[in-house]
């Protein structure tokens, strides 16, 4: 008999359909690796008798997990996790979310069956019968920051990012007769005085996003010595700098300085010599293990957008579709305080007003 994966639990008394929350809490053990990749899924009958449910909801739930990317049928074998299930938000980013939530909801006295379905609702009525995705403005200064910021975006809303370079945004703006196109404009702290100049008058809101180390590479950085010297590389300048601030706006004791360098060249060697972490993005993996080493710890982090940003955004385009044709309106269409206002309410950039612990220096 195949072991059962962990975590799995049926509330035949829950508003939401049994078949839903066996999807559901497959893919979140799929995404969390509680499923090794050798071994295949529990049979039908294996899980229908373990959930006391009937095994034609276990099938149909199956299919979902196979239209949706995360099993494969192997003929003759059984059901495995798929090479490359969808990739989504962090397991744990959704975790912290969903507890955050559940916490505030608690403190309100609604129950969890009132939150899910409350969350079904609004998200029928303000998103998910959108006819097609919201177009959405997305302003950086390189294509691998745009890149990065449009695919984080797409997994986590539905919105279709209209990618434009910084430098070539007043030519855009002139050549678009109509931008009221765009639901909102979306770029990052540095940039948002810039964007919120050349969109003036447009009734374009902007909402400027914040890209942070990931929760694990922050726990894992605790957990060093006092004292540790961390190193910040990735192929693109901006990335690595916006990575080595949110790592040092994190304020952690331990640390005793961040520092940053190309993923190349002698200043690459360099800050290998004088750092006892490197911290580095996928793409650069490759480069900065040829120059320094097996022996050098490294931890690969591609960063996350803050997701108070990201809700942010979300209620901008729920108030967008409300005020369409042939939907309710709001009262009133307001332009979000994005100005100088990071997603977690401190004022500046990046973080600035919060307590700097460690200085950031870049790299010779």
Known sequence: MTTIPRGLRIDGHSPIPIRRQLTEQLKHVIEAGGVSRDQPLPSIRELAGFLGINPNTVARAIEDLKQSGHVEVRRGTGVFVAPAPPARPSVLLREAFLKETAIRAAALGMTPDEVAV??????????????????????????????FFARELEAQLPVRPDKVLLGDLAATIRRRARTSRWAAAVTSFEHLPDVERLLDGRDVPVIALLAEAQLETLHRLAQLPSGTRVGVVSTESETAHTLAHSIANAALPNLARVDVSPAEGAALGRLARRVDVIVCSTSAVERVRKVVGPAKPMIVDDRALNQRAIQMLGAV??????????TQSAPTRRRPDARGVSPSGDRGRSGAGAPRAHAMKGAT
Do not use: F, M, N
Not at 124 to 147: K, Q, W
Not at 317 to 326: S, Y
């Open 317 to 326: 385009l729920a108030q967008h579709e409300g005020d369409r044709p042939g």
């Open 118 to 147: 409350g969350v079904l609702s609004v998200a029928r009525v303000r998103l998910a019968d959108v006819g097609e995705v919201i177009e959405v403005l997305l302003v950086e200064c390189s294509p691998a920051e745009l890149d």
